[in-house]
């Protein structure tokens, strides 16, 4: 998560106080937030923080700017429809997109763990370089670091993007108001469920393929067909489609109603998801994103993210409300809902 | 998906909501015990408590097993565990349970070597590929998932796995149901009965109740309409003056129950005396130990068990709570003090415990439902 630095201020209010951190201060959900907001923010960006966004837009010299940055340590590091050098990339170029802004430019971090076969780090590297070339973003430079045989799962690799906003959207949960519709690129969970599949751990076996690939083409699609009524968008990674959701009740103040009918889901996901006992919901995705726009422009928007392709399963999956406040709520078909909150804890660590 | 989205079809769910409203008599009010967390836990998923008329009153009971374990188990089993020797290993919804110093999941970020398991054998797997260790399996549930733990250690055995143990937490459900009907302060009128329980169990075990204490008891599947049609066999029932036990969930429960399961746990287990149950107190013969044929693979025999016992906070009411005698919302601690992520009690943890179901699920909503009737 990044937002706009604001110095000068005096001592920052550190409200984060729990005594170690365990593996959900990772997950995306709740405990990310109270670590970012409590720890974080009042260091970086002095107290009280704009909406945090996936990535910030800045001006340097005149020029706008949009930065972000995100480190990946998934395991296994490849897994049915990708491997973690792919992801590196497209999740880098699904938060500058999201944020309103054409990816250009990724920088690399490695971190190796002495005695990773070479074959593994080339295939890696290739799969950067592809995805790269697929999402047309350039990669420019780069570090290496390796570190003892035991102190690192085989590699991590962080990435930094920077792009350049696209002209006529503004991306801001402060604008999203009541009547505003919820739209959905595709099926959701399928990068979660793959991951946990993929591990072996469950002696359960699915037809899954993680989601992971650059939104951008479908985000330009619905800037050009929306622009100005385009008032937020993220791309669901971890803590799933709820999780972002709930975010965005908490920084507008108003409540999001999703039609659980909706909502696509892959009947492989469902099932493994009935079988665990998860929700689709808080699952993780990949390459799927979220959007709000504005009730006179979400039919052209849905057109146009279904005409692109790989949107053709995009659906709006609810509306904003003035209530619940803050909250996320999904209604059946048959008159009954539910609360859905943020990730609590983390069923799947390690997963992006 | 076959056998789920059926169970859910908005149409025969809104049928069956209307026969309920036209079997209930406006004039009186039913209180229904759902034994099982897994039905507390479908009937806030769903919102079923919307689609059923006021004078229906669901009650939450003991079935959720972390919900109603005492802490000091937890405690007893985590000091085992402090040996740098010995994975522990537990199933997910254990994970976050309090314990007096923090859960397993802290005890993990601490150095202790705590891994999720999804079933037994995953224990014995990691034993397995652990030679040098000693995995000790944190066996919890109903008759449910005691024959899995049962078939486990008979693998155990005939393997010949020495560096594997089972912390034994099995409880049975008919002295808990016993409990709750000689609790004073409880008037039920019927019972939604468990599911998963009744395939190993079968039907008969409940007999008892419609005979001797008049109560109807219709054995219940998970999905919206599973819970609406017993429902409706209830009310049909209660209308009839009638006190039977009935099968709604024939597609996995027979009368009989899974004779081989059975056999598999007589085996492995023996009644305890008495077993302290969260809430509900000493429940004489209500628990299972390991059989002492088994005894090398029972972590209670194999190590030293310092028999912790933990009162619950005071503040927290989870035995009132577990005995349907207080709403989730009604305990002094409910979404300040003890919330999901810092939860007091394990009611607040588990999926099935109604706390938690409540919090996830309902809590806030009640403010909301003039917000849902008003226009899009």
């Not at chain 2, 076959?2 to 909501?17: C, G, Q, T």
């Not at chain 2, 070597?113 to 397995?128: C, E, F, G, N, Q």
Request: glycine share 10%; hydrophobic share 40%.
């Amino acid at each position: 998560m990044t937002g706009e630095a604001k110095l000068g201020s005096s001592a920052p209010k550190i409200r984060f106080r729990e005594p170690q951190i365990e593996m959900a201060h990772g997950a995306g959900g709740k405990a990310s937030r109270r670590l970012v907001e409590g720890l974080f923010a009042p260091f970086f960006f002095g107290g009280s923080p704009e909406p945090l966004g996936d990535a910030a837009h800045l001006e340097i010299n005149g020029a706008q700017i949009a930065v972000t940055t995100d480190s990946f340590v998934v395991n296994p590091l490849v897994f049915p429809g990708g491997s973690i050098g792919e992801l590196a990339v497209n999740g880098t170029v699904n938060d500058l997109a999201v944020s309103g802004a054409r990816p250009e430019t990724i920088v690399v971090t490695l971190i190796l763990e002495a005695g990773l076969r070479t074959e593994v780090l080339h295939a890696e590297i290739q799969a950067m370089a592809n995805a790269a070339q697929e999402a047309d973003v350039r990669i420019a430079g780069g570090d290496t670091k390796v570190v003892e045989h035991g102190k690192a799962d085989s590699m991590y690799i962080t990435t930094t993007g920077l792009g350049a906003p696209l002209p006529g959207i503004q991306v801001d949960s402060r604008s999203v108001r009541p009547g505003d519709k919820v739209l959905l690129s595709g099926p959701i969970g399928d990068h979660g469920i793959t991951i946990l599949l993929a591990r072996g751990e469950l002696d359960m076996e699915g037809d899954l393929r993680s989601d992971t690939r650059s939104v951008f083409p479908m985000v330009r699609a619905v800037a050009q067909a929306a622009g100005p009524g385009v008032r937020w968008m993220r791309d669901p990674t971890r803590g799933g489609v709820a999780t972002s959701l709930n975010e965005l009740a908490r920084d507008c103040g108003l409540g999001v109603i999703l039609f659980e009918d909706s909502v696509p889901v892959r009947d492989a996901v469902r099932g493994a998801c009935e079988l665990l006992g998860l929700d689709p919901l808080h699952i993780a995705n990949e390459g799927q994103f979220l959007t709000v726009v504005a009730p006179d422009l979400a039919d052209a928007a849905l057109k146009a993210l279904q005409e692109t392709p790989g949107g053709e399963a995009a659906r709006i999956i609810g509306e904003i409300r003035e209530r619940p406040a803050g909250s996320v709520l999904v209604t059946t078909l048959y008159g009954g809902s539910r609360i859905v909150d943020m990730l609590v804890g983390d069923p799947l660590p390690r997963i992006c | 998906m076959k056998y789920v989205d059926e169970f859910r079809d908005p149409e025969l769910i809104n049928k069956a909501a209307d026969e309920i409203r036209r079997l209930a008599d406006p004039n009186r009010h039913y209180r229904l015990m759902e034994v099982c967390g897994g039905h507390t836990h479908a009937i806030y998923r769903f919102g079923l408590k919307d689609v059923l008329p006021p004078n229906i009153e669901l009650i939450h009971g003991p079935g959720c097993p972390v919900c109603v374990l005492p802490m000091g188990r937890i405690d007893d089993a985590l000091s085992i565990a402090e040996n740098p020797d010995v994975i522990f290993a537990a199933f997910g919804d254990m994970m976050r349970v309090p314990g007096t110093n923090g859960s397993p999941l802290e005890h993990k970020a601490r150095g202790m070597d705590v891994r999720i398991v999804y079933s037994p054998s995953d224990a014995i797997k990691l034993a397995k590929t652990n030679p040098q260790k000693h995995v000790m399996f944190f066996a919890i549930g109903f008759e449910t998932t005691a024959p899995s733990t049962a078939l486990t250690l008979q693998r155990a055995k005939s393997e010949g796995l020495h560096n594997f143990s089972v912390f034994c937490n099995h409880v049975t459900i008919i002295p808990a149901i016993r409990a709750i009907l000689d609790s004073p302060d409880m008037r039920l009128d019927g019972f939604i009965g468990p599911g998963h329980v009744s395939t190993v169990i079968g039907c008969r075990p409940y007999e008892w109740i419609a005979q001797n204490e008049h109560k109807p008891i219709v054995v219940c599947g998970f999905e919206p309409l599973d819970l609406l049609q017993s429902i409706v066999m209830l009310l049909t029932q209660l209308q009839k003056g009638e006190a039977r036990v009935e099968n709604q969930y024939k597609r996995v429960v027979p009368w009989e129950g899974n004779r081989a399961a059975l056999k598999a746990m007589a085996e492995t287990f023996q009644l305890r005396p008495y077993f302290e149950w969260r809430g509900l107190g000493f429940i004489s013969q209500s628990a299972l130990r390991i059989h002492e044929q088994y005894a090398e693979w029972d972590a209670e025999q194999r190590f030293h068990v310092p028999g912790i016992r933990v009162t619950d906070p005071k503040a927290a009411q989870c035995g009132e709570v577990l005995k349907g005698v207080l709403k989730p919302a009604q305990c002094k601690l409910f979404g300040r003090e003890c919330t999901p992520e810092n939860p007091v009690g394990a009611l607040m943890v588990s999926s099935e415990g109604s706390c938690a179901a409540y919090f996830n699920y309902e809590h806030r909503k009640n403010a909301l439902v003039t917000s849902l009737n008003a226009p899009a």
